[in-house]
């Protein structure tokens, strides 16, 4: 998806000290999802400090499931993965001014 790919290209870049955090996109609290490669915290939820780190998506392209992985430095389990919505992205698109529509139907902020 190029909308992903965008805001992977825009979060790599970002000045030092302008990370985007959890607690910004609305997803403190949000509960960890597994894969592979990414285990569960000890609590289950990501906490607001944890730092978006990159994007990744999977499922039909016309219907991807979009995923959050974040870095917390309190975390013993290394990256943490969140399933995104529709409101996070939103946010995340607004702070690194990138101008997409997410949500089927939707109108953007």
């Known amino acids: 998806m190029d ?7 825009r979060l790599s870049v ?8 959890a607690s910004d996109l609305g997803l ?3 509960h960890l999802t597994r894969s592979r490669n990414v285990t569960r915290s000890s609590h ?5 400090s944890a730092v978006l780190v990159r994007l990744s ?11 959050g992985h974040f870095s917390d430095s309190a975390a ?3 990256v943490l ?7 996070a ?16 139907g939707s109108i953007p902020d």
């Open 76 to 78: 013993t389990d290394g």
């Open 57 to 67: 998506w999977d499922g039909a392209p016309e219907f991807p499931y979009i995923h």
């Open 14 to 21: 970002l000045p030092t000290g302008s990370q985007i955090s």
């Open 28 to 30: 403190e609290g949000a």
């Open 44 to 48: 289950g939820t990501l906490a607001g």
């Open 89 to 104: 992205l939103r946010n995340l698109s607004k702070r690194l001014h990138a101008q997409h529509t997410w949500g089927q």
């Open 3 to 9: 909308q992903i790919a965008e805001l992977n290209k």
């Open 81 to 87: 993965k969140v399933d995104l919505h529709t409101l």
